[in-house]
């Protein structure tokens, strides 16, 4: 059982390119997220989905994209990267049921340095 | 809005001892969860306890307990027995659901705890 999968997990960006951080699970969460997490600042919400074709914007949604074409994978895209997106990206899914208290289940983690 | 304070950035304990973590919050919500996470060197970020608002009665998960004082809005993790694997990361998360299948979680900035052997 793999949970949640995030790739790449060390990624170096010059300013003004794009890239996608890959994320897949394998539990059939309808809830999946993508965090950024920097120092001081705890974790904070950039875009969610609830379910496949769904999708809605966090706390932090400025130069972020996403799409939720399949239950599984959730990607997030950074058009234009800029310094101020250098961080460390989770992914997080979770579902609603019995036996759930909406804990999130996190990926290892995406450091992106963008120079 | 919600907010999660947590007031300790650094923690150091002696292995063996046991130490608190302190994490308080501000809601007007009567029916929320409330989570701490532990982020350890590696990064992946695991569940250690979770608190239902509606429970009186304390979560435990071995040697994790929580105070949760819910007039108080505080909601403190003490790690009995330190263990070396303990050192990490510790965030505080209050969660609530906006409607079918949505969260809202808010995360605190989070306690480096290091235990010393």
């Known amino acids: 059982n793999a949970g949640v999968t995030q790739t790449p997990k060390f990624q170096v960006l010059k300013t003004g390119q794009s890239m996608t951080l890959q994320c897949a699970q394998d539990m059939n969460h309808e809830y999946m997220s993508w965090y950024r997490q920097d120092p001081g600042m705890g974790l904070r919400l950039i875009h969610y989905s609830v379910g496949a074709g769904i999708t809605d914007q966090g706390e932090v949604p400025n130069g972020y994209n996403v799409s939720r074409s399949t239950t599984e994978d959730f990607p997030l895209r950074l058009l234009s990267a800029a310094p101020s997106q250098t961080s460390v990206y989770f992914c997080?899914?979770?579902?609603?049921?019995?036996?759930?208290?909406?804990?999130?289940?996190f990926g290892e983690g995406s450091r992106l340095t963008v120079l | 809005a919600q907010t999660v304070t947590q007031s300790q950035p650094e923690m150091s304990v002696q292995e063996a001892e046991t130490v608190t973590l302190s994490c308080t919050y501000d809601t007007s919500e009567n029916n929320y969860y409330l989570f701490w996470y532990k982020q350890p060197p590696s990064r992946q970020m695991i569940l250690v306890i979770r608190?239902?608002?509606?429970?009186?009665q304390n979560a435990t998960e071995n040697r994790f307990s929580v105070n949760f004082q819910k007039a108080a809005k505080s909601f403190s993790l003490k790690i009995s027995d330190s263990q070396l694997g303990d050192t990490a990361m510790y965030f505080c998360a209050f969660m609530k659901h906006v409607d079918s299948g949505t969260y809202k979680y808010i995360f605190g900035t989070g306690t480096r705890l290091k235990v010393l052997a």
């Open positions: 608190q239902e608002a509606y429970k009186q």
């Open positions: 997080a899914s979770s579902y609603e049921g019995v036996g759930s208290a909406g804990e999130l289940f």
